[in-house]
């Protein structure tokens, strides 16, 4: 690597800081420091998902109703197109091992764009949701179909928890691509240096990690049941 | 420690071939939910899932190239989250087998 020749002496560059050897072993303690973070975010899902599968057990066919009353087919669109946002972000990195600067800016912007159509669509979904009464703590709170409205709620508690939380996650991401662009633009960086557009990366792929469990949980299971 | 692994560039074909595979699975799982399986609705769905979540880690999420090191950290918290589930579940789903008063 270029930065080979800052390895000993003086200054040191941002692809190889001075307590490093050499910068592919600082690569890959960034990798890895990324990768310990989001085991942590794997834990912080995991119990949700924890809570989820025991009360869907409890009370499979309340779960099945409300589930049902999910719009699945914006579902799937959402997910295709978090899932495109997923290729433009490898694209980016793809670019950033190549050094070509505009095209990193060109997938981050194309990241970012469907990034906010995903938060755009959910924001409505949960629009649809209020006007439905099916937000949990709306005094009008009615599920069609059912008699056992507490775990109808619980269901919905879920929904909004967990998909809340994901979203939360994308605005999170939203913002690191933000940076990420403006920082491009300012030309910092380069073949030897992309690290903070590959770690991003690995970020906004755990998110489209979670909701590709979560819109099967979700959305999905049991679909065949209520009638 | 380090390794000169680090820098391998998948081509764009490859890249869009996943995504392809990983479109044309949301559409299958979204149809095969409207097919009565039964409790298999459940595996197949979460096998699908699966599958896509390998899909993004290895490819998008460069694992295929990752050290040794990190897929150790990745499999190791995989083993933790397979803890906190099976543990908790197992918990819940036995509670009534022993009839004990006040459960």
Excluded at chain 1, 95 to 121: D, H, P
Excluded at chain 1, 195 to 214: C, E, K, M, N, R
């Amino acid at each position: 690597m270029a930065s080979e020749a800052h390895a000993h002496g003086h200054g040191e560059t941002l692809a190889l800081r001075e307590q490093f050897d050499t910068a592919y072993q600082q690569r890959d303690a960034s990798t890895l420091g990324m990768w310990i973070f989001l085991i942590t975010e794997v834990m912080f899902f995991g119990g949700m998902f924890a809570a989820y599968t025991i009360y869907r057990s409890a009370y499979p066919t309340v779960f099945a109703i409300a589930s049902a009353s999910l719009n699945v087919t914006i579902g799937a669109i959402n997910t295709c197109v978090l899932l495109l946002s997923s290729f433009t972000m490898v694209m980016a990195v793809r670019a950033g091992q190549l050094g070509q600067r505009k095209l990193i800016i060109f997938f981050l912007i194309l990241t970012l764009f469907f990034g906010c159509i995903f938060l755009g669509v959910k924001a409505y979904e949960w629009t649809e949701k209020y006007e439905e009464h099916h937000m949990p703590g709306q005094a009008a709170f009615h599920l069609e179909g059912t008699d056992l409205q507490g775990p109808a709620k619980l269901f919905f508690s879920l929904y909004f928890a967990m998909t809340g939380l994901h979203a939360m996650h994308m605005v999170v991401g939203v913002g690191i691509l933000t940076f990420l662009i403006l920082e491009t633009r300012k030309g910092r960086y380069s073949t030897e240096y992309y690290t903070p557009v590959d770690i991003s990366g690995l970020y906004w792929h755990f998110v489209d990690v979670v909701w590709i469990f979560l819109f099967p949980l979700l959305y999905l299971i049991d679909r065949h049941l209520p009638k | 420690m380090s390794s000169q692994t680090s820098e391998h560039i998948d081509s764009v074909k490859t890249y869009a071939a996943v995504l392809v595979t990983l479109l044309a699975l949301t559409v299958i799982t979204t149809l095969v939910a409207f097919v009565d399986l039964g409790n298999f609705s459940v595996v197949v769905a979460l096998a699908i899932a699966v599958t896509k979540m390998l899909l993004v880690a290895l490819f998008f999420m460069h694992v295929r190239y990752s050290t040794k090191l990190t897929r150790l950290v990745i499999v190791g918290g995989l083993l933790w989250l397979a803890i906190l589930l099976l543990l908790t579940l197992s918990d819940f789903f036995t509670r009534g087998w022993l009839g004990t008063p006040g459960r």
